[in-house]
C-alpha cells in the first residue's frame, strides 16, 4: 500500500533553512498531486504548497519567496526547501498525495523556529 514519510524536521533560529523530504512508496505517483501542509498548535491544517504530476507548481502567498518544492520522481521523493525561515512558521508538516481516487497523508515532521 501507499506510504509516505515525511523528514528533515528539526529546530532552526529565525531566518535560517530547512528542507523537507516526503518519501513514497507503494507507488510512482506518475498521477496527481502532491502537497505539502502545515499545522500549528491550537488552528487548522493549512496548504502550504502543491506540486503536480507535470511538474507545475503552487505556493501560498505567505510562504512565496521563501519556500520552493519540488520533486525526484527517480526517487519517489518530493521536498519543500524552506528559507528565511520565520517562528510563525512553526508546525506539524505533512506531505499528501492526492489521486482521482484516494488522498494519502503522512505522519508529518515537527519544524520549530526560535525568534
Known amino acids: 500500500q501507499v506510504q509516505l514519510v515525511e523528514s528533515g524536521g528539526g529546530w532552526v533560529q529565525s531566518g535560517g533553512s530547512l528542507r523537507l523530504s516526503c518519501a513514497a512508496s507503494g507507488t510512482t505517483f506518475s498521477s496527481g498531486t502532491m502537497g505539502w501542509y502545515r499545522q500549528a498548535p491550537g488552528k487548522q491544517r493549512e496548504l502550504v504548497a502543491t506540486?503536480?504530476?507535470?511538474?507545475?507548481?503552487g505556493i501560498e502567498d505567505f510562504v512565496k519567496g521563501r519556500f520552493t518544492i519540488s520533486r525526484d520522481d527517480a526517487k519517489y521523493t518530493v521536498y519543500l526547501q524552506m528559507n528565511s525561515l520565520k517562528p510563525e512558521d512553526t508546525a506539524v508538516y505533512y506531505c499528501n498525495w492526492v489521486t482521482w481516487n484516494a488522498i494519502y497523508w503522512g505522519q508529518g515532521t515537527q519544524v520549530t523556529v526560535s525568534s
Open positions: 506540486i503536480a504530476w507535470d511538474g507545475s507548481t
